[in-house]
């Protein structure tokens, strides 16, 4: 029997269903009902609750420096990762010839911002996947001299693929490329190395325990010490003129300069709780456990013959297994009425995706085995 590392008891719902779905939401803690509470006591405090409300912001971002392995100042709080990725994309100096390098099985937030540079003559070269895979080295024959930006998921959300991110940073900085990573299905599951990206991104609300309303935005200040907000507000800005010179400013220092109003207060507060139980866990417990569960759920996919998408070996996956099959929303469906949650088509990507996460225990996995079987 594997045992969950963090007891079912402790989130909401999760005596009820057999939760596999972290990769589209996971499920609440019950601890956040006293990181809500927190932040309704410290906003009802009139000018003191911004203070507090500050506080914190940097007590979040310092968790996840811990986290990523980088500096608190090089990590701020968006709304959601899709700005984050937009933050790049008009941040960017463009010229006709210029292009950058993405994967065709990209989620959508990580493609569709460069086509609006498409009118300056911007070319967006698409790496296709081989089986489902995306190699490094097609990956480095669409870089030249005139590659911007290449972006990429460290694991992917379609199909469950982990990335080597050394090599990839190896290779992207043999060139004049920026590098931006999307950690969304990687951050809370399997460890990551920002200051590898030159831009990082990551959503909270699955596999970090989080909600919707705050995403992690890291710039690495050793790489990019000039890189510049393309949106500005009050928050961005310090040394303010005031009335008497409205348009006189300069930037904050740390990433805070491309934040230009306030954080998502309560999310950063349900991530801030969320974070403590990630990093007491320990984020190499957190991969093994997630890796042995999800390897179950690979080898029972694959004697029933559907179609796999992810990749075998431990380096090249995290808490996703992916893969095609007949009627998927109704095999979603079925297993939806056992109390089984998993995750299936999504924007046009038509796949079914099973989750292992630290809540989750083998009896999980031996239950939706049994259910496919079925």
Known sequence: MIRSLIAKSEFVGLDEITHLAAGGESPMLKSHR???????????????ARALQADMVELARGKCARLFSVSPEEITFLSNASEGINNVAYGIDWKSGDNVVVADVEFPSGILPWTRFASLGVEIRVVPHKNWFIDLEDIATLIDARTRVVTISQVSMFTGQRIDLESLSRMVRSSKALLLLDATHAAGVVAVDASLADIMVS???KWLLGVHGAAVFYVNRQRLPDFRP????WNNAVEHGGWERPAEFSLQASAHRFQPGNAGFISVYILNNALDHILKTGINAIEQHALTLSGMIYDAVKSLGFELMTPCENAQR?????????????????????????????AGFGRLRISTHLYNDSSDVECCIAALED
């Open 34 to 48: 006293r990181a809500m509470d927190q932040f309704m006591a410290d906003k009802s405090l009139g000018e003191q």
């Open 203 to 205: 959503s909270c609300y």
């Open 230 to 233: 393309p949106f500005l507000g």
């Open 318 to 346: 995290a808490g996703n297994v992916c893969f095609m099959a007949q009627n998927l929303e109704t095999v979603r469906q079925q297993l939806e009425r056992q109390q089984i949650l998993i995750w299936g088509a999504y």
